[in-house]
């Protein structure tokens, strides 16, 4: 199994550039899912943390991730290479993008 290195802790008015479970710091966490702009859930795992449905009440907690990448699947899209957000309803295109955290350019 691959060691994980933290980064240093980031300021929390300082948002991640990436969606995902991050360690933060009390009185949040100790891990919150930073996704769609906001933090969800302060959870005991990293795994309960991307579970998670409902906002953190704190939102400007320090935070850090993981500097070097891990051996499992993009937690984005698992490991397709793709993000299906379903249909535009006023277009009705079909809204399938390359993952950008798998492929960011």
Known sequence: ????????????HDPPAREGPYQRRYPAGPYSCWAQGRWYGDAATPQA?????SASRWQHAAWRGVSTPSDAPCA????????????DAETGDDLIAACADCDPE
């Open 1 to 12: 199994m691959q060691s994980l290195q933290a980064t240093p802790w980031f300021d929390g």
């Open 49 to 53: 943390a991307a579970a998670a449905r």
């Open 76 to 87: 984005a899209c698992r490991g397709s290479k793709l993000i299906d957000l379903g249909f």
